[in-house]
């Protein structure tokens, strides 16, 4: 080991720091499922939902991790589902 990589900054995954961010210390908001994207299996992987804030409508997607792939009756479109969201930008959120 180098003298340099001694000071080197450890690489942190942000996407898993911004949705650990977001479960921590959003705002819980609701939204609704519009559109999943569904394996040859039958199995959902990505959701598509809509949410307001303030009266601003935001669409966004997400990929479902393990735990929420377990209960996947809960994601099929038109189902209401909780979010979380950056109150500083609204457009930053997570389907919890």
């Given at each position: ?27 819980v ?34 990929t ?33």
């Amino acid at each position: 080991m180098g003298l340099l990589d001694l000071f080197k900054r450890k690489k942190v995954d942000t996407e898993a720091a911004r949705r650990a961010a977001l479960l921590r210390t959003g705002r819980v908001g609701e939204g609704v499922i519009l559109d999943v994207t569904i394996t040859d299996a039958g199995d959902i992987t990505h959701v598509f939902y809509n949410y307001s804030v303030n009266g601003v409508e935001y669409e966004s997607s997400q990929t479902l991790d393990e735990p929420q792939r377990q209960h996947q009756a809960d994601y099929y479109p038109g189902a209401r589902i909780t979010v979380r969201y950056d109150p500083h930008r609204p457009a930053n959120s997570v389907v919890v």
